[in-house]
């Protein structure tokens, strides 16, 4: 069974600073999608950074930008020069090829100014 | 990118009666749509997957009788939460997108609608 987890709920980040969101995961499959989502204070899920189990070179977004081991079934996210808008839940999310989305616990990340 | 959109936003009930929430796919056409619960603070819980023109797939512990989803075309999911009671309350987001088979990652999410039941 795909399991993800974020061991941590809150997090606070001074503003222009970087910050690191962990997740662990566990899969069976060879194939599979890594996600990060964040949903600001609106709740609309917005989709951060994708990063496919396949591909050995991290995934960069701008600002954002994530850390795959796939051997330790790692995926955190790096948040460079935080801003206040960046103040959201964020979610950690797997997909088995074949399989449904399944998102991790969350984490509360506030920068604050 | 695509977008999917959600009606109403917010709504408020009475015990008992029910109510109907819409999920569209605004520019593509999504062959399946699923359906989550989250409560504040809380993460994601997915109910049920729908696909167009056949039954959904309810997660274990959901009740498909209270739950009802219909994918009639490949635009418009609804799901009508039937006799409705307080703790049906919570916020309800579809997201539409990938292959039946659950072969396409893409998933895009609507913007949520809060049930409140009184």
């Known amino acids: 069974a795909q399991t993800v987890t974020q061991s941590q709920p809150e997090m606070s980040v001074q503003e222009a600073e970087t910050v690191t969101l962990s997740c662990t995961y566990d899969t069976s499959e060879n194939n599979y999608y890594l996600f990060w989502y964040k949903q600001p204070p609106s709740r609309q899920m917005i989709l951060v950074i994708r990063?496919?189990?396949?591909?050995?070179q991290n995934a960069t977004e701008n600002r954002f930008s994530v850390n795959f081991q796939k051997a330790a079934k790692s995926f955190s996210l790096k948040i460079s020069d935080s801003q206040l808008g960046d103040t959201a839940m964020y979610f950690c999310a797997l997909k088995e090829y074949g399989n449904k989305l399944v998102f991790g616990a969350g984490t509360i990340l506030r920068v604050k100014s | 990118g695509a977008v999917v959109s959600q009606h109403p936003s917010r709504v408020i009930c009475k015990s008992g009666t029910s109510v109907k929430i819409e999920c569209r796919s605004l520019?593509?056409?999504?062959?399946?749509m699923f359906w989550y619960r989250q409560f504040p603070k809380q993460s994601l819980m997915l109910m049920a997957t729908?696909?167009?023109?056949?039954?959904?797939?309810?997660e274990q512990g959901v009740e498909k009788d209270k739950f009802l989803i219909n994918h009639a075309s490949l635009t418009l999911s609804t799901l009508t939460v039937t006799s409705a009671h307080p703790e049906d309350s919570s916020f309800y987001i579809c997201?539409?997108?990938?292959?039946?088979?659950?072969?396409?990652?893409?998933?895009?999410f609507g913007p949520g609608t809060r049930l409140t039941v009184t």
């Open positions: 997201s539409a997108g990938g292959a039946p088979d659950g072969s396409s990652y893409e998933q895009y």
């Open positions: 520019d593509f056409q999504a062959t399946t």
């Open positions: 990063q496919e189990a396949y591909k050995q």
């Open positions: 729908s696909n167009e023109g056949s039954k959904a797939t309810y």
